[in-house]
Nanobody, 120 residues
Framework: QVQLVESGGGLVQAGGSLRLSCAAS????????TGWFRQGQGKEREFVAR????????YYADSVKGRFTIFRDNTKNTVYLQMNSLKPEDTAVYYC?????????????WGQGTQVTVSS
């Protein structure tokens, strides 16, 4: 069982930066590939970034590549999303996800989300 708690969201002007954190409970967090997703108002939830268990490999959506960086500190059971050069279209609720072995609803874990609002 893994519980995820996101933090770090807020209101920022376009061009600004925010760092989101996803703190996990459970000693096995380092065994989970972890990702960030976002959902804008009236939109589908979309993939943002993903990082492997060791933190050595990362993946990004094209829309955030070069602006966002995902990294993790397994000693702190935390995954981060550094967001730079923010744009109004980045406004969304950001969710952290721990990928279970089958990547299905049965064994994936999600946090409650944190709101990011970028003003123009």
């Amino acid at each position: 069982q893994v519980q995820l708690v996101e933090s770090g969201g807020g209101l920022v002007q376009a061009g600004g930066s925010l760092r989101l954190s996803c703190a996990a409970s459970g000693r096995t967090f380092s065994t989970y590939t972890t990702g960030w997703f976002r959902q804008g108002q009236g939109k589908e939830r979309e993939f943002v970034a993903r990082i492997t268990r060791s933190g050595t490999i990362t993946y990004y959506a094209d829309s955030v590549k070069g602006r966002f960086t995902i990294f993790r500190d397994n000693t702190k059971n935390t995954v981060y999303l550094q967001m730079n050069s923010l744009k109004p279209e980045d406004t969304a609720v950001y969710y952290c996800k721990a990928y279970g072995p089958t990547n299905t609803a049965r064994d994936n874990y999600w946090g409650q989300g944190t709101q990011v609002t970028v003003s123009s």
